[in-house]
Nanobody, 121 residues
Framework: VQLVESGGGSVQPGESLTLSCKVSSTTKLTFCMGWFRQAPAKERKAVAVIDMDGKINYADSVKERFTVSRDDEQATLYLQMNSLKSEDSDMYYC?????????????????WGQGTQVTVS
C-alpha cells in the first residue's frame, strides 16, 4: 500500500488549505486513517483520525478549524484546514492502520505517506 499526500503549501494566517491522501490499493478502504504532523526534531503527533464508521478524533488544537473526511470509493483521505495559524506550520503526513481501533499514537500506524509541508506566515 502506498500513500501519497498533496495539497500543502504556503498561506497567510486565516487562510485555508485542503490536504489529500491517495491510497494506492485495489482493496476498498476499510481501515483507520489519520493525519499526523511533525516539526523538525520533534515527535510526530496526531491531528485527526477517522475510523471505518466515520468516527473522528481531533487534536484539541484543531477542533472547530479542521475537518477530516474520507472517500473510500476513491481511496482518498482529506483534511480541510480553515482559519490557519502560524502554529499549524508543520510537515503533515497521512497514515493507515488495518484495525477497527483508530489509535492516536503514530507508532501504531505501519503505513505512511511522504508528507506535505504546510507553512502559515
Amino acid at each position: 500500500v502506498q500513500l501519497v499526500e498533496s495539497g500543502g503549501g504556503s498561506v497567510q494566517p486565516g487562510e485555508s488549505l485542503t490536504l489529500s491522501c491517495k491510497v494506492s490499493s485495489t482493496t476498498k478502504l476499510t481501515f483507520c486513517m489519520g493525519w499526523f504532523r511533525q516539526a523538525p526534531a520533534k515527535e510526530r503527533k496526531a491531528v485527526a483520525v477517522i475510523d471505518m464508521d466515520g468516527k473522528i478524533n481531533y487534536a484539541d488544537s484543531v477542533k472547530e478549524r479542521f475537518t477530516v473526511s474520507r472517500d473510500d470509493e476513491q481511496a482518498t483521505l482529506y483534511l480541510q484546514m480553515n482559519s490557519l495559524k502560524s502554529e499549524d506550520s508543520d510537515m503533515y503526513y497521512c497514515a493507515l492502520r488495518r484495525s477497527q481501533y483508530c489509535s492516536p499514537e503514530p507508532h501504531d500506524y505501519p503505513d505512511w505517506g511522504q508528507g506535505t509541508q504546510v507553512t502559515v506566515s
